[in-house]
C-alpha cells in the first residue's frame, strides 16, 4: 500500500468520515458559524444541506467531538425510510430510552420525562438526523411535535437535520410550513474551492506523518480540483488512487500529469451521472415559460408578471404529484408482492380455476 511506501502512519484519503480529518475550508467555516448560532439559541431546527460526499457527516462528528458532554447531551440517528412512530422509537433508542412492546403514547411520556431529567441536571438536549432527504413527511413532523416539548418557558429538544440538496426543496412543500417557520439556521455546504485543494490535501498528509515525500505540484492540486469539483469525498478517492499509482511507478513528485492520468481511468470505473429531474419549483417555472427545460439556449417566451404565490402553489401541487407517484408505486410492489405469494400457479405450480 502506499502507505508503507511513503512512510505514513495510517491512511489520509479513506472514504468513511473521520472528524479526525476535519478540515475546515471556507463553506465548513460558515457552516460551523450557523451551528454555534443554532446551538446559542437553544431550539428550533438547523438545517445543514450538501451533495453526497460534501462533508456533512465529518462536519457534526466534529461538532460532537467539540462539545461539552457536561453541558449537553446529543444523540445522532441516520434516517432511513421510516414513518413517524419508528422515527420516534429511532430517536427514544437514540436517547437510551427502552422501546421494545411499548405504545406510542407511553414512549412519549419516557421521552419528555427523560428531556426534563436532562434539563433538572443542567444539560440540554441535542438529537442530529441524518439523510433527513429520506424522511417522509409524517416522520418530519413527529420530529417537530418533539421540539414543542418545553418546561419553564425552554424548549428542552433542540435538532439538526442533514440533508441531499432536494432536501431543502421538501422544506418548501406546504405540508411542512410549520416546521419550517422552525428553522432558526440553514446552510448548503459548497464544494471546495481550486484554492483549497492544496491545503486540504496536506492537512490530511501532515495528520499520517507526511514528511513531504510524495510532493505534489500546483497543477498537481488544479487536476485533483478539476477530476473532483472539489467534493471531499471524490477528492479523497481521487487522491488515494495517484497515490498508488505514485507508489507503484515510484515516484517521489506528483504533478498535473500524474494526476489527470489517474483520473481519466477513474473515469472509465465510474458510473455515468444520474439524470436529475427538475425540482418542483423549476417545472413551475418551466410551465409558465420562465425557464428552459433544457437550461440552455434562449429562453422561452414569458407573460411580463407571473404572481409568485401561484407559483408557489403549482410547485405544491408538484410536490404532492411526486409523493403520490412514490406512493402509489410502492403500492404496486406490495400488490405484485401479494399476487405472487398467494395466488396459485405464479410460483411454477399449475393454476386451477375451480367453478363456484
Known amino acids: 500500500m502506499y502507505d508503507d511506501h511513503y ?38 431546527f438547523v438545517v445543514i444541506t450538501g451533495d453526497i460526499g460534501a462533508g456533512k457527516t465529518t462536519l457534526v462528528g466534529h461538532v460532537m467531538a467539540t462539545i461539552d458532554k457536561a453541558r449537553m447531551f446529543a444523540a445522532k440517528i441516520t434516517s432511513t425510510q421510516v414513518d413517524g412512530d419508528d422515527i420516534l422509537r429511532l430517536a427514544a433508542q437514540a436517547f437510551g430510552i427502552a422501546t421494545e412492546g411499548v405504545d406510542k403514547a407511553p414512549l412519549l411520556g419516557r421521552v419528555e420525562a427523560f428531556l426534563n431529567e436532562q434539563a433538572r441536571i443542567g444539560r440540554r438536549t441535542l438529537l442530529i438526523v441524518d439523510e433527513a432527504q429520506n424522511l417522509p413527511t409524517s416522520a418530519l ?41 422552525r428553522v432558526i439556521a440553514s446552510h448548503h455546504l459548497d464544494p471546495m474551492g481550486e484554492g483549497e485543494i492544496g491545503a486540504y490535501i496536506e492537512h490530511r498528509l501532515k495528520l499520517v506523518g507526511w514528511n513531504g515525500r510524495p510532493a505534489f505540484t500546483q497543477d498537481a ?71 428552459n427545460p433544457r437550461g440552455e439556449g434562449p429562453r422561452p417566451f414569458a407573460p411580463a408578471e407571473i404572481d409568485p404565490e401561484l407559483l408557489d402553489r403549482i410547485a405544491a401541487l408538484e410536490t404532492r404529484m411526486d409523493q403520490q407517484d412514490a406512493a402509489l408505486r410502492r403500492i404496486l410492489t406490495l400488490l405484485v408482492d401479494w399476487v405472487e405469494r398467494d395466488v396459485p400457479g405464479t410460483r411454477g405450480e399449475p393454476y386451477r380455476h375451480s367453478a363456484a
Do not use: C, W
Open 7 to 44: 512512510g505514513l502512519t495510517g491512511r489520509p484519503f479513506q472514504l468513511t468520515p473521520d472528524p479526525a480529518f476535519y478540515f475546515e475550508s471556507a463553506t465548513h467555516r460558515k457552516a460551523m458559524a450557523y451551528l454555534g448560532y443554532g446551538l446559542a439559541q437553544g431550539e428550533g
Open 141 to 181: 413532523e413527529e420530529l417537530r411535535m418533539l421540539s414543542n416539548f418545553q418546561a419553564g418557558g425552554q424548549a428542552l429538544l433542540q435538532i439538526f437535520l442533514l440533508g441531499q440538496p432536494e432536501f431543502r426543496d421538501k422544506l418548501k412543500d406546504g405540508q411542512l410550513e410549520q416546521l419550517a417557520q
Open 221 to 291: 492540486f488544479a487536476a485533483l480540483h478539476a477530476g473532483s469539483g472539489g467534493i471531499p469525498r471524490r477528492v479523497n478517492a481521487l487522491a488515494a488512487r495517484v497515490m498508488l499509482f505514485a507508489s507503484l511507478e515510484g515516484r517521489d513528485a506528483i504533478d498535473g500529469s500524474v494526476v489527470e492520468a489517474v483520473a481519466a481511468d477513474q473515469a472509465q470505473d465510474d458510473p455515468p451521472p444520474r439524470e436529475e429531474k427538475p425540482s418542483p419549483e423549476t417545472r413551475a417555472r418551466i410551465a409558465f415559460g420562465l425557464a
